[in-house]
């Protein structure tokens, strides 16, 4: 069952400016992940954070990951239009399955 | 897109009639995934394969059924379509261990049930 629930819903700012989304789940987690979406594809992974991380960078992406609440976020700086895109974290806990959350609508504007 | 290819990419059919979408990878990937997407509610698992011949349901599975004869192809199949079953489905797949990897995704395959 969809475990991560991505806030805020729908998220508009300007170029330039950085982008933060919340994902929160309910039951332990071994892992937890976050993926794009641009609108018409197929989803692209973005970071991987294990659940004994508390903090994991790539490029202008930051992401952080509280098990004791339960939360995550993604971080993106300096956005550009190009990261208008649905962003949706995925939670594992055991088995093969992703549960992934409903997604942040971002969009950037020039 | 990583390798994974959807057939067909859009597809209209009628009420009652047997679908069936195929998934193709050429990364010889261990695990496949069938997924499909709808408004309010995300990404939802319909079934998915830990190797050829092995396969096992998700959370939606009711009204699917899935085959995976080698490694590179796994079909979904709708024996009866329904109007809820109108959707984007996206196949995707992961080299090992299940959730601690990365998934890849298809591009996906609109199906819409008249």
């Known amino acids: 069952s969809q475990q991560g629930e991505e806030d805020p819903q729908a998220l508009s700012i300007q170029e330039g400016e950085n982008a933060t989304m919340n994902c929160s789940y309910k039951t332990s987690i071994n892992n937890l992940q976050w993926y794009r979406q641009n609108s018409g594809r197929g989803l692209v992974h973005l970071i991987l954070i294990r659940s004994n991380e508390r903090e994991k960078h790539s490029g202008r992406l930051r992401v952080t990951l509280d098990t004791s609440k339960k939360s995550s976020s993604l971080l993106i700086t300096a956005s550009r239009a190009a990261d208008t895109a649905s962003y949706f974290c995925?939670?594992?806990?055991?088995?093969?399955?992703?549960?992934f959350g409903k997604g942040t609508s971002l969009l950037v504007t020039p | 897109d990583a390798g994974i290819t959807q057939s067909p990419r859009h597809k209209v059919t009628e009420t009652g009639t047997p679908v069936t979408l195929r998934c193709h990878q050429t990364?010889?990937?261990?695990?496949m995934y069938w997924y499909r997407q709808d408004p309010g509610h995300g990404l939802r698992l319909i079934h998915y394969s830990y190797g050829v011949k092995d396969t096992d349901k998700g959370e939606v599975s009711d009204g699917y059924s899935v085959s995976r004869s080698k490694t590179e192809d796994f079909l979904l199949t709708l024996e009866s379509a329904t109007s809820s079953q109108t959707s984007v489905y996206f196949c995707?797949?992961?080299?090992?261990?299940?959730?601690?990897?990365?998934?890849?995704f298809g591009p996906g395959t609109r199906l819409t049930v008249t």
């Open positions: 995925a939670t594992g806990n055991s088995g093969y399955a992703l549960n």
């Open positions: 995707a797949i992961s080299e090992s261990g299940g959730n601690g990897y990365e998934q890849y």
């Open positions: 990364e010889n990937h261990r695990y």
